[in-house]
């Protein structure tokens, strides 16, 4: 099976695909939204093999494809009937997770696209019940529900906020998620009073299950949602920003460092085995007696493993904040007299970031959080589990040092290994990154901090869609 490559969890209890999304699709009675999720299943399966295999090839690119467009035009007719009428709350689940099962066949696939289709198609299901919150409530529901945000916060990440040609906000707030609409400056302190809710409301259903599957901790995700949306706002800034947005920016940047002061804050136990199959499916043993990466490993170990998927994601998170920030915003942050002792001795004692040192010393930190990954998986795992993109493409398209470089060249030859297709897109676009750096800087120097280019213009102008998951 596939479903273990599409996580980069390594606990198959963790694994939403092998609970969650074949338990659906394998069910009984069938019923088109199961249908469309069985044919996306299919599609990455065939997508994957095609890429890591080889053997059939074309083959199983055109199964792959055929397979992909079964899924889309059953899901599409799904959405203009079905939703009309009363789903049960187990038909909105499957139906939303054969939304999310197509944007994997995005990812696995031979296209380079953004997901905007499938990520438009699962947000018009959530808006379609949005009234009822079955996320809040059911908490099958409310695990695709935090996957979905999850996709849709990593997709946004890669948008540049402001068109050259946009010299306002021309998209009408009535068509935008309550996410998505960016305030103007009087509304900013409204605007983010809301990312306790944001954090409560990712877990209404239930325990909280990014930070297993996807490596990603509540607290990591809520800051870099705000994170994207303050880039945004200060990307339409060409002077100085007001005083409230300063404010609020220095409360963001402290709180991205605040992992040094207390990473238990960041980082809650994970409570293994909280995603449960569903209930009218029975085939939980067999799943784990035919998928090769369902190996268990020691909690111990596990625990390891996922603590370095969370440390890399955050780190990653700063290096973006400091993408999107712009850098004549960032001094006045680091204001706090406090500072200087509070870098050292964090320093001395962790050997973690200090605010004082340059963004290649917290990739630096993010390529050894994902090494270690690496180092903790028998080789007999390391084939049979999902990426950690995000993160690694981040410190890829940062990296300015030779050595750090060298380093993300390793990790994406060992990612491509696993049949992922956008595993080489997001190469390509690194290593386009890092023509350009080079081309506008000097190397007589040891760069410290992020380089000139900004990767997401890369991606604009070279018209490379990728969804970095």
Not at 51 to 59: A, F, I, L, V, Y
Not at 138 to 157: D, K
Not at 159 to 177: D, G, N, V
Not at 200 to 228: H, V
Request: charged share 20%; glycine share 6%; aromatic share 8%.
């Amino acid at each position: 099976m596939v479903t273990s490559v599409m996580m980069p969890t390594i606990d198959p209890l963790s694994n939403p695909w092998l609970q969650i999304y074949f338990p659906l699709a394998s069910g009984e009675p069938s019923t088109p939204s199961k249908l469309a999720l069985r044919h996306a299943l299919m599609s990455v399966a065939a997508y994957q093999r095609a890429c890591r295999e080889g053997r059939s090839k074309q083959q199983d690119m055109r199964l792959g494809y055929q397979h992909e467009q079964e899924a889309s035009r059953i899901l599409k007719s799904v959405l203009e009937c079905h939703l009309s009428t009363n789903q049960t709350i187990d038909d909105k689940s499957t139906t939303l997770a054969a939304a999310l099962g197509l944007i994997s066949v995005d990812i696995f696939g031979p296209r380079a696209t953004d997901c905007s289709i499938h990520l438009n198609y699962a947000r018009r299901i959530i808006d379609k019940h949005s009234d009822e919150r079955p996320w809040g409530t059911n908490s099958l529901f409310g695990m695709l529900y935090q996957i979905f945000r999850c996709y849709e916060m990593v997709a946004n990440t890669a948008k540049l906020a402001i068109e050259p040609s946009q010299p306002t906000l021309q998209t009408p707030a009535s068509r935008m998620h309550e996410d998505e609409v960016l305030s103007t400056t009087s509304e900013i302190s409204d605007q983010f009073d809301g990312e306790n809710e944001f954090e409560a409301d990712m877990t209404d259903g239930g325990c909280f299950i990014l930070d297993s599957s996807f490596g990603i901790s509540k607290r990591t995700m809520s800051l870099l949602r705000q994170t994207i949306r303050y880039g945004s706002i200060c990307s339409s800034y060409t002077g100085s920003i007001s005083s409230d947005i300063s404010e609020a920016l220095r409360t963001l940047y402290c709180s991205l460092y605040a992992i040094e002061d207390d990473p238990t804050d960041f980082f809650a136990p994970v409570s293994p085995g909280c995603i449960a199959p569903c209930s009218n499916t029975g085939i939980r043993s067999s799943i784990h007696l035919n998928n090769p990466g369902g190996a268990s490993l020691p909690k111990l170990i596990s625990n390891e493993l996922i603590e370095n998927h969370q440390w890399a994601f955050h780190y990653a998170v700063i290096i973006y904040f400091h993408r999107v920030i712009p850098k004549h915003y960032v001094p006045d942050l680091d204001d706090d007299a406090d500072s200087p002792h509070r870098d050292n001795l964090y320093e001395s004692l962790h050997g973690s970031i200090s605010r004082k040192q340059g963004c290649q010393s917290l990739i630096r930190k993010v390529w050894d959080r994902l090494e270690n990954i690496d180092c903790l998986t028998p080789p007999e795992i390391q084939l049979h589990r999902g990426n950690v993109l995000w993160p690694a493409f981040i410190a890829a398209a940062e990296s300015v040092q030779v050595e750090l470089r060298h380093r993300a060249l390793i990790w994406f030859s060992k990612a491509s290994k696993r049949g992922v297709g956008n595993i080489p897109r997001a190469k390509e676009v690194v290593m386009d990154v890092w023509r350009r750096v080079d081309r506008q800087t000097s190397q007589e120097c040891e760069p410290l901090d992020l380089g000139p280019v900004d990767w997401r213009v890369v991606m604009r102008e070279t018209g490379q869609s990728i969804m970095l998951t």
